[in-house]
């Protein structure tokens, strides 16, 4: 008699996002597990699952939003806690990595985080990474085992569609996302340009925009990113374009980091709109008034369903989710 066991999907969640779990889940027609999630007196978090989860795919969501390094080691004890319950895959969901931007060494004696943030996911037990917009393609290289490399590309493109993007300049705020706003363009049919700019030496979180790369007299440009941390890159580059002649700026960024001073630099920028997606909680006790944020829960509940069922996640985007 030959015994052929039943796949489980389990979905939990942690303590950083739920809102975007529970839209995950919404959008799986299944419901998040319990996992138990409480701390010690001293601050330490512990985890038990409510269930049995032998044998299944356990997808663990959470975001690496602030407090950063404990929502990391809260997904990190979740795995351990799945791997020792004898979970058949356990699949890290991590819609905003933690410490992308230090993927290598750009000067001496500096660690290079994002391949530590790998080890730690690889020791704990994660058998599989599952993420949206690396801020490097090259993090995927990091893991010894498949990472999907997720993009918001649809969602924001979707709402582009809304207003003549024909007529839109789509701009890329540095040399480094310029590859990304070619292929928005491209899926637009709309124009292309990018701005060159400069971090002076020695100076974190301060950007000069140099020059303006493409013409932009009298259009709406929409400048593509795949973060707002301190708003200070995308703050310069609307700066240089409305000095360039450009009657119109919108912002679209993947992640809402918004760190100080990131609102106050938004607000007195000539940026008209800014579109942002949820793979981070917006704080919406400090509003910013033209901001909109949109759900990527869809592509992630696709790329899951994907995953569970061992069809292709590159599918979803048409081939272009690769870096």
Known sequence: MELVPQRRLELFSGRSHPALAREIASCLGIEIGEAHLTEFADGQIHCRYDDSIRGSDVFIVQTHCRPVNDSIMEQLIMIDAAKRASAHQIIAV??????SRQDRKSAGREPI????LADLLTAAGAT????????????????DFPVDHLTAAPVLLEYLRRDNPEEMVIVSPDAGRVKVAERFAQ?????????HKRRPKGQINTVEALEVIGSVEGRRCVIIDDMIDTAGTVCAAAGRLVDAGATDVWVMATHPVLS????????????????VTNTLPVDMSR???NLEVLSVAPVIADAINAVFTDSSVSEIFGGQNLS
């Open 94 to 99: 991590c819609p905003y990595y933690g410490y």
């Open 113 to 116: 985080t994002a391949k530590l």
């Open 128 to 143: 599989r990474v599952v993420s949206i917009d690396l801020h490097s393609g090259q993090i995927q290289g990091f893991f």
């Open 187 to 195: 899926q637009l049919g709309a124009d292309l340009a990018f701005v």
């Open 260 to 275: 100080d001073p990131a609102r106050e630099r938004l607000l007195a920028a000539p940026i008209s709109r800014i579109v």
């Open 287 to 289: 509003p910013i008034a």
